[in-house]
């Protein structure tokens, strides 16, 4: 099997056209687009675990350039249910941090935050910010496992 098939039996979460509009935006380089591919699954491997951890931390705002990083990769790579994902969830932290003053420090962030994404069931299937972060992670596993 060359490396062509193994990388089309190795990834989900797209459909063909994606990726063969990726590639095409690669130039057409199928080489190319393998190595970005596994490149992007092996970084983000771990990504809904950090995001995870950043928001308990209530690092809202570094949680966000996170998730925004990820999505456009993966919207690049032709992975749209991944980047869908990671738009709602960056739609999501962002609301959680509109209005906040950009200069305002970590500790006052946490602190204006943490409260109504805890009134919120931040991990519960019923929140907003649960469900968008369960849709992301399972959306993340079908990329990278």
Known sequence: MNTKDNLAE????FTEESRN????NLGG??????KYFTKFTISYKHAYDEIKALIEAGEINEARIEVHSLKGLAATLGLLPLSQAAAELEKILRDETEGQDPLSTEKDLTASVSPSMEKKGVFSAQSDLGTALAVFQHELKIVCS
């Open 21 to 24: 509009e990726a590639i095409k």
């Open 29 to 34: 380089n199928h080489m190319l687009y393998e």
């Open 10 to 13: 190795t990834m989900r979460g």
